[in-house]
């Protein structure tokens, strides 16, 4: 889940609204469409026999497998577990755990044990190397995994025991930075799935479930969302809800712990994710384009450093100019790519050092570093592997842009589209519900 603008909103059916109604013959012409542009990028739609056969055959008795391996693992099914997702969210990939103690804060981020079931020796590996991520297009999704494995034993649903690779890290309550930090397999239980939504009613709730613990990671996610900014981390959506602001602030929290783990104390080559900075005049003539949009002005103690003039002129700006000060510095910036050195840091976040740990059902990198931190082996074609994954998001981001232009091309709304679903009716003039 979170950074890289891969972040899903809140999509699932809004209120009052149905899906959207098209056509059978618009849905052709969506579906012939998808077709040109997965032949276009190279996107798989279909899994090869082999690998659904692969994925079937693990999708067992999980039970048995929980019971023959938990004393080799860490039991975490006492702590109090949930999951936060969008609505429409078909796998739940993390879950969190929290507690608040005399020298700190307690953080659990715990991530579906996806290499337990996929690893090198398997066709399913080879699929997701060939893949490299999950393309999310309005109303299609084309998985990295195959969803009979993402959607059973890869999924934290909530009342059963699942296995995860678990980030427990202790933060220092003044300056939140970590005191220790530990990765390691256990076996949780979640107690309740949740929707954004849902998760929001709650921290409003005081004697709704899981009230207290949602309230207390949201104030420590708080925390770490305003030390972000001032620290000089870019954020360029502010007005991000409670809920989302959880999953974001805990996600980078634990996938900055794995990288530093892996860069620091075993020294080892990952899939870090390394993001250049733009110039110094690119800097200036995103700054200039947004100091010049009516309304606007940029605070003038900011200048120094363009990611807090432009995380401050963000907060103080009309609403009808944020997305033009969002794509003034979108422009400018350089594409994020994934390298097996992570000098450079990944200047958005201004983080020295990162990479992804948190969605290994959905991205290549993820799925990599799990088998990096639990063997401690790194693949021997680390580095055209990291080259995959940076050219298969590309495509990926193509895809999406290109397929949500012909949405529109074609009357439909592509928001709309992802959030509601469509509903293809046999009356060639339907009314489309947009």
């Not at 605070?299 to 100019?321: F, I, M, S």
């Not at 290994?360 to 693949?379: A, E, G, K, Q, T």
């Not at 232009?405 to 709304?413: H, K, S, T, Y």
Request: hydrophobic fraction near 35%.
């Amino acid at each position: 889940m979170s950074d890289d603008a891969q972040a899903q909103a809140d999509a699932g059916t809004a209120e009052g609204q149905g899906p959207v109604q098209i056509s059978e013959d618009l849905a052709r012409h969506l579906e012939n469409k998808r077709e040109e542009l997965f032949e276009k990028f190279e996107i798989r739609d279909e899994f090869p026999p082999e690998v659904i056969e692969e994925a079937e055959a693990r999708t067992g008795d999980v039970q048995s497998e929980i019971t023959a391996e938990i004393d080799e693992r860490e039991d975490l099914r006492h702590l109090t577990t949930w999951t936060i997702d969008p609505v429409d969210a078909q796998d739940f990939d993390d879950a969190l755990s929290i507690e608040k103690r005399e020298d700190g804060y307690v953080l659990w981020v715990h991530i579906a044990d996806v290499t337990h079931y996929v690893h090198p020796e398997s066709a399913m590996w080879a699929e997701a190397v060939e893949r490299g991520n999950t393309v999310y297009l309005p109303g299609y999704t084309i998985h990295m995994l195959p969803p009979v494995l993402a959607e059973s034993v890869c999924s934290l649903v909530p009342n059963e025991e699942r296995f995860a690779h678990t980030v427990e890290m202790h933060l220092d309550e003044e300056t939140l930075s970590y005191e220790s930090i530990d990765i390691y397999k256990s076996v949780i239980e979640s107690d309740e799935r949740l929707t954004y939504s849902q998760a929001e009613q709650r921290l409003d709730d005081p004697d709704a479930p899981l009230h207290e613990g949602i309230s207390l990671v949201y104030d420590l996610a708080d925390r770490m969302h305003e030390q972000r900014k001032e620290d000089g981390s870019l954020v360029l959506n502010p007005s991000r809800d409670r809920a989302h602001t959880i999953i974001e602030e805990c996600m980078l929290k634990a996938n900055k712990a794995v990288t530093h783990e892996l860069m620091w104390n075993r020294g080892v080559e990952a899939m870090y994710r390394v993001h250049p900075q733009p110039t110094p005049d690119e800097w200036s003539k995103a700054l200039q384009e947004i100091q010049e949009l009516d309304g606007v002005s940029i605070p003038g103690d900011t200048w120094d450093d363009p990611r807090k003039a432009v995380n401050a002129t963000l907060e103080t700006a009309p609403g009808r100019q944020l997305d033009k000060i969002q794509w003034a510095v979108m422009k400018v910036m350089p594409r994020a790519k994934y390298m097996n050195d992570p000098f450079g840091g990944h200047h958005a976040l201004n983080f020295e050092i990162y990479g992804h740990f948190t969605s290994p059902i959905r991205r290549l990198s993820d799925l990599i570093n799990h088998w990096i931190v639990y063997r401690n082996d790194v693949p021997e074609n680390l580095v055209a592997l990291c080259d995959r994954a940076s050219d298969k998001q590309k495509a990926a981001e193509q895809c999406e842009r290109e397929y949500k232009q012909f949405l529109q091309e074609v009357g439909l709304d592509p928001m709309a589209v992802n959030n509601r679903g469509i509903d293809v009716v046999e009356d060639e003039e339907a009314e489309r519900t947009l």
